[in-house]
């Protein structure tokens, strides 16, 4: 396409800048007007008082359309009466059409539908009355028609206007409230596992300070662990956000075997982890985190996490399968609050490569969480 239209980034600029800068195209339309009524043959400029009501009634106000549609609509309307009823000459008529059809241009592509009702059925009198007035009979229906196409004309160029910019903005909208989502699910789970693992080492350490000072150290250099690895994965997060691409590597599946390490799951992986797909293998990489981050916060004390993860075969019809399970333990541990986020979060993630999850308890009072990635073959 950008082959075909070599000049499409150009014209996109320049339709950018215009949007951000609409009284150039008001100062087209006034100078356009202008023109016309300085260049209509035979006739001159005129005398100076109708000098003065052409470009004061009929042109400046266009310069105010779009902050003042009503009062400039008035003001046009009202000086093409004046014209009419003080030099009658059809000479006039061609800058009352542009600026009049503009007028309601402006009405209807701001939704002022009544008023643009208004003026538009203003202008088809003003427009019968000059033809009656200055041309032949047999004139008369073609010329009203025409004027009544240019209206229409304008009327329907102003919805679809209107409709186009509804459109852009609903997209726009969407776009951000999904870029919102995408960001609030990465923050939430570079975040929650690692603060809720660092959370509960805390607390471990506080009960074996006095008893076991060894189990301490050990329990503080996982929380140390912990930190750095959620530092480097926000910085990750941020060097996305601000670029648009990763200066660094995001989590892929080599990294499960740290992640499963630092909260003491066992971690069985088969398949062909290399052939993966790096959507696919991120997907996967927090789909498990995010189980994790749930057997820490609301397990019971002394549960044993398991991970297991096929990541298949490449080929067509290729399919990632997850299961994190953990038991249900033996003594009941205060819980940390949640968040709400984290099976939403995953059935996102799941949803982008047409797969399954299946989460609930298990018999002996565990939980079990299974998922199933679709990953089309390249």
């Not at 009405?107 to 009355?129: E, I, K, Y």
């Not at 910019?165 to 923050?187: G, P, S």
């Not at 293998?281 to 995010?290: G, H, M, N, S, T």
Request: proline share 5%; with cysteine.
């Amino acid at each position: 396409m950008t082959e075909d239209c070599p000049y499409r980034g150009m014209v996109h600029r320049l339709n950018l800048w215009l949007r951000g800068h609409p009284w150039v195209g008001d100062a087209v339309f006034v100078v356009l007007l202008g023109g016309i009524r300085a260049f209509q043959t035979g006739h001159g400029w005129g005398p100076a008082w109708e000098q003065a009501l052409v470009l004061g009634g009929l042109v400046l106000p266009l310069m105010w359309r779009r902050h003042h549609p009503l009062p400039a609509s008035a003001v046009v309307l009202a000086s093409a009466a004046a014209l009419y009823v003080l030099e009658p000459w059809a000479h006039q008529l061609p800058v009352a059409v542009f600026a009049l059809d503009i007028m309601v241009y402006t009405l209807v592509v701001q939704g002022r539908r009544r008023p643009a009702a208004v003026v538009g059925l203003l202008t088809m009198a003003f427009f019968v009355t000059c033809t009656i007035s200055w041309f032949r009979p047999v004139d008369w229906v073609p010329s009203n028609a025409g004027y009544l196409l240019m209206v229409a004309l304008a009327w329907a160029v102003a919805e679809f206007m209107r409709a186009r910019r509804a459109y852009d903005a609903e997209k726009e909208r969407r776009a951000v409230a999904e870029e919102r989502n995408r960001i609030a699910r990465e923050l939430h789970d570079v975040l929650a596992h690692s603060v809720s693992v660092m959370v509960v080492n805390a607390e471990g350490a506080a009960l074996m300070r006095h008893s076991d000072p060894a189990v301490v150290d050990r329990t503080l250099q996982t929380i140390s662990a912990t930190g750095r690895a959620a530092l480097g994965e926000l910085r990750r997060l941020v060097d996305v956000l601000q670029d648009g691409s990763p200066r660094t590597p995001q989590p892929t599946a080599a990294d499960l075997r740290d992640l499963t390490e630092r909260v003491g799951a066992e971690l069985a992986v088969t398949g062909d982890a290399e052939g993966l797909p790096a959507s696919a293998a991120l997907q996967a990489y927090r789909i498990v985190q995010e189980a994790l981050t749930n057997v820490v916060k609301h397990a019971p004390a002394g549960a044993a996490a398991h991970v297991a993860v096929d990541f298949g075969v490449t080929g067509p019809g290729r399919r990632v399968r997850i299961e994190v399970t953990n038991s249900g333990g033996s003594v009941r541990a205060a819980t940390l609050p949640a968040s709400g986020h984290g099976l939403t979060g995953m059935r996102e993630r799941v949803a982008l490569f047409d797969g399954t999850l299946d989460a609930g308890p298990t018999r002996d009072g565990g939980f079990r969480v299974a998922a199933t990635l679709q990953v089309n073959a390249a």
